[in-house]
């Protein structure tokens, strides 16, 4: 893939605010006293649902994505971010939040919610893998297809296909993805996939050649569609802010 359709696809995922997101403003979590950049515990506003998180959980330096699993931008960063989340392991914290960009992708909200589906049964990270490795089995599904779809995957993933259908649709998974919304759109979140780390949003940055360059750099390319950049350049450096050993 070309530098310049990673710029195309972060480009097909840019989201107006209030226009492209599956929450209206009538109908928005409450998070005016709630710091985006930190872990969230389970509550009633996200639906008894907490943060999803790989890693160390107690990581002084916590990488978030806010992404939507049917954006090409978000498919194509999904191995790069998890080469680079599954070696630091042990010395990051991973979140992942729901931004579904609805009108852009007509199945990103029902594919966030078979992530949090498969949540409830302690399948999270699974259905995230599957959904984001499987993306072109199912972006142009709809209705009962969709649905059975995601069911198939579940059951094949060791879940209660009975219990994720019922979740599906549950009350507290909607309020868990719509907390998630809330929590970009307090950031002024405009596409997807964004990178927080801690509280600096990392992902607009543009790289070449191993070094942060203008976007308007000839060649220059989002640093998300480097394993390597945005290690050395992202994950190393906050490690090192921190005090925290790399891995050997």
Known sequence: MTKKMWIIFSVLCIAIIGGLIAISQGDKADVENINPATIQAASKGSGNIADHVSGNTSSKVVLIEYGDYQCPGCESAYPIVKQVTDKYSKQIAFVFRNYPLVQAHPNALSSASASEAAGLQGKYWEMHDRLYTDQASW?????????????????????????????????????????????????????????????????????????????????????????????????????KEKGIELPQ
């Open 139 to 239: 972006k142009e599904l709809s209705g009962v297809a969709r649905t059975n779809y995601f069911v198939t995957s579940a059951v094949s993933l060791g879940m209660d296909g009975k219990k994720f259908t019922t979740d599906l649709d549950s009350a507290d998974v909607s309020r868990k993805i719509k907390f998630d919304i809330a929590l970009g759109k307090k950031i002024n979140l405009t596409g997807t996939p964004t990178f927080y780390v801690n509280d600096k949003n990392v992902g607009d940055q543009y790289v070449k050649d191993g070094k942060i360059v203008p976007k308007t750099t000839d060649g220059a390319a989002l640093i998300w569609s480097d394993a390597s950049a945005f290690e050395n350049l992202i994950i190393i450096p906050a490690l």
